[in-house]
Nanobody, 119 residues
Framework: QVRLVESGGGLVQAGGSLRLSCVASGSFFSILDMSWYRQAPGNQRELVASIYANGRTRYGDSVKDRFRISRVNINHTMYLQMNDLRPEDTAVYYC?????????????WGQGTLVTVSS
């Protein structure tokens, strides 16, 4: 069983910052790619950022130069530093990790953490 737990969401004013965390626990070999997604009411879930096992990163166009994704492999933890937040960043943020069980790999999702940006 693998469990992902997000934290760090909350209410912030426009222009402010938040840092989200996602920690994986359970029995597995390693974690391959890690990603943050978000879903605003009435919208589809969209990719915010990804970080791969080799450290390469990828960002959605709307968050480039404002958000930064990072990971600490030994702690099975991923972070999302969000700066210069805007009201349109308001959404539930989900972490996703591609977990390697040696005999195969499988995506796992967290339960989501709400980020609300007031204008």
């Amino acid at each position: 069983q693998v469990r992902l737990v997000e934290s760090g969401g909350g209410l912030v004013q426009a222009g402010g910052s938040l840092r989200l965390s996602c920690v994986a626990s359970g029995s597995f070999f390693s974690i391959l790619d890690m990603s943050w997604y978000r879903q605003a009411p009435g919208n589809q879930r969209e990719l915010v950022a990804s970080i791969y096992a080799n450290g390469r990163t990828r960002y959605g166009d709307s968050v480039k130069d404002r958000f930064r994704i990072s990971r600490v492999n030994i702690n099975h933890t991923m972070y999302l530093q969000m700066n210069d937040l805007r009201p349109e960043d308001t959404a539930v943020y989900y972490c996703k990790m591609n977990v390697d069980f040696e005999v195969g790999y499988h995506n796992h999702w967290g339960q989501g953490t709400l980020v609300t940006v007031s204008s």
